[in-house]
């Protein structure tokens, strides 16, 4: 069947209709070229000059003006907010004289509507207009996809009469069936045989459905229609989410403008009510959509002041997958009048919460599902839950240095973003450090109170090294925390000092007898310069000490090679011989050498040579 519909009369030839022109109108009258007119209709200033009788037989309202009016012979009507306007008449005037014209996907909305208006029933007359109207628009356009965005996008000018006589639902209703069955046809396809001959579907993403760049013409809320109707029909949410996207890159152009007043914008205007809507359309699943694409629309919420209820809903769908995030993500502009700073630290500090929250839900639901305590722990260090606690952790990190050097930027919303992640999130306190840092040279005035305040949020034990040594000579920090970073240091040191090398090295020289550590710990009846002081000599002579084993431990080490290449080198008697020196300078069984004087002890690598050497001997 065509996709168009053409009509004349049955009987006779179609008669030829001349418009006469106007210099100010665009129709004046229809004549029949040897019929006078009888009958003139307005249509929104247009004026027609046509006969009652091809009229009345056809339309229903005209038939019932002139029967009011027929004493009185009315000459002319003139109708009112007619669907369509001048062009739709013009149609259904010349389908009343017979006159040939196509239905097409262009038209069919509107000559429903005006059949309607007119009242062109089969009451009237057989097969009439609305009945051929309808009859396409279920048998043609309906059956496509294409020609039912189409006829939808030509019923936004036709509202409420295009909805009241189903035109909307009719075409939603198809768009939505024809587009599941594409997504249905697409995944057969995906369909294929493994190796073990069972059918599964291939992880190729093929091409993006093609019916959502046709979608994107729609206006908001039938597009929002659509939506709905296509997630009740089953459509993929990826499908839904690229549709979202791309109707948003489509509607949402003018926010990169910027030489538009961020001030004169608001959520009541039409891209305030498109992000309201996109955020209300999102799926339920994760990744339907990408982060990035939920930090754009928070960005355009925050700019156009959208509804706190579509901001907090943005918040709590990127807090459940903070994870994924990226540092220019966060980054989100402050635009609000009281606030001075750049970047919208409450927002983040919300979404923070938001996944922090959803961290601890996850606990709980393992402790229902693990009553008996033999199940695993969700908060263990290979757990995914852990993995993205250290990943949030580590960007929070880095959003702190980021937003630290703002003058304006208080120290209650820099300390409650830091404490939004719970304790074990963090396993190296670098990052942590290096923003306290930044924040306490871009805030020099801040009080000695404060300071300590805010170093209180770092655990000097799981600073690195390198961190460490930075902190001790750390102008900035207040005094308490260098003596603690001191300390702590002290104790690495000493533990050093104690596990990795063996018991007779570590053991002092006659001319270091004076080498000590006076404590093991902060001495209270110090005061805590003194306790700084001691702390730092201390450590200079433990890492001296450390130096010196380390070296004496590196010849042992050296002396061992060549013991090693000269018993590969000799024969069975030299080797003999020379080890057999080797032996006498180690004092292994303190023979003779013991005169010279050495107070070395040996390396582990000999200890177990000669182990080996005596149960030979033996």
């Not at 004549?31 to 009652?52: C, Q, W, Y």
């Not at 997630?231 to 839904?240: A, D, F, M, Q, T």
């Not at 003018?254 to 009510?273: A, F, P, T």
């Amino acid at each position: 069947m065509d996709n168009h519909h053409h009509y004349h009369h049955p009987s006779q030839p179609p008669p030829q209709l001349t418009p006469a022109k106007s210099s100010r109108q665009r129709y004046n009258e229809w004549i029949f070229r040897d019929v006078p007119s009888d009958i003139t209709i307005e249509v929104n200033g247009v004026m027609f000059a046509l006969h009652k009788f091809p009229l009345v037989s056809r339309c229903g309202r005209i038939r019932r003006l002139v029967a009011e009016h027929r004493e009185n012979a009315i000459s002319k009507i003139e109708l009112v907010s007619l669907p369509g306007g001048t062009e739709t008449f013009e149609q259904a005037a010349k389908f009343c004289y017979g006159i040939n014209f196509e239905i097409t996907s262009s038209n069919v909305a509107q000559l429903c509507c005006v059949s309607d208006y007119l009242e062109m029933t089969e009451h009237f007359s057989k097969r009439n207009l609305a009945s051929r109207a309808n009859e396409y628009l279920d048998t043609v356009v309906t059956k496509n996809l294409e020609m039912s965005v189409e006829v939808l996008k030509q019923s936004e000018n036709l509202l409420p009469l295009a909805d009241d006589l189903k035109i909307v639902t009719r075409c939603i209703d198809a768009i939505a069936s024809k587009a599941c069955v594409e997504q249905i046809a697409s995944s057969f396809s995906r369909l294929e045989y493994s190796s073990s001959g069972r059918l599964h579907m291939s992880r190729f993403k093929g091409e993006p459905d093609w019916w959502i760049k046709d979608l994107s013409v729609l206006r908001v809320d039938f597009y929002q229609r659509v939506m709905n109707a296509m997630k009740c029909r089953g459509v993929r949410p990826e499908s839904i989410g690229e549709s979202l996207m791309s109707y948003a890159e489509k509607e949402l152009t003018g926010l990169h403008n910027q030489n538009k007043k961020v001030e004169s914008r608001g959520g009541s205007g039409h891209e305030g009510i498109v992000v309201e809507a996109i955020v209300g359309l999102l799926p339920v699943e994760k990744l339907a959509v990408p982060l990035s694409f939920l930090f754009g629309l928070l960005r355009a919420a925050v700019m156009l002041d959208c509804s706190v209820a579509c901001r907090l809903d943005l918040e709590r769908r990127i807090g459940s997958q903070l994870d994924l995030a990226t540092l220019d993500d966060l980054l989100i502009p402050s635009l609000r009048h009281g606030d001075d700073t750049l970047f919208d630290v409450d927002a983040v500090h919300r979404i923070l919460a938001n996944f922090s929250q959803q961290d601890d839900n996850d606990d709980d639901e393992m402790e229902d599902d693990d009553g008996d305590g033999d199940g695993f722990e969700s908060d263990g260090p290979d757990s995914p839950s852990q993995s993205a606690l250290v990943k949030v952790s580590r960007l929070i990190d880095s959003y702190l240095a980021e937003i630290a050097p703002e003058t304006n930027l208080k120290l209650s919303k820099f300390i409650a973003v830091a404490q939004s992640l719970p304790a074990h999130a963090r396993t190296v306190h670098d990052g942590l450090y290096r923003s306290i840092d930044v924040y306490l040279k871009a805030h020099q005035g801040l009080s000695e109170f404060d300071k300590k305040k805010l170093c209180k949020l770092i655990d000097f034990n799981k600073l690195s090294p390198e961190a460490g040594a930075h902190a001790a000579q750390n102008e900035r920090l207040p005094l308490p925390a260098v003596v603690q970073v001191l300390y702590i240091e002290q104790l690495r040191l000493r533990n050093a000092l104690c596990c990795n090398y063996p018991e007779e090295i570590l053991k002092p020289p006659m001319h270091h007898q004076s080498w000590r550590i006076n404590s093991g710990g902060l001495s209270a009846a110090m005061s805590p310069k003194d306790n700084y002081a001691s702390l730092r000599r201390e450590n200079r002579e433990l890492k001296l000490e450390l130096t010196r084993l380390r070296m004496r431990l590196n010849d042992f080490e050296k002396e061992h090679v060549c013991m090693k290449r000269s018993m590969q080198k000799s024969n069975s008697r030299n080797f003999m011989s020379s080890f057999s020196k080797k032996i006498g300078k180690l004092n292994m069984f303190g023979h003779g050498s013991s005169s010279r004087g050495s107070s070395s002890p040996p390396s582990r690598h000999s200890e177990r040579t000669d182990s080996k050497v005596i149960s030979r001997t033996d």
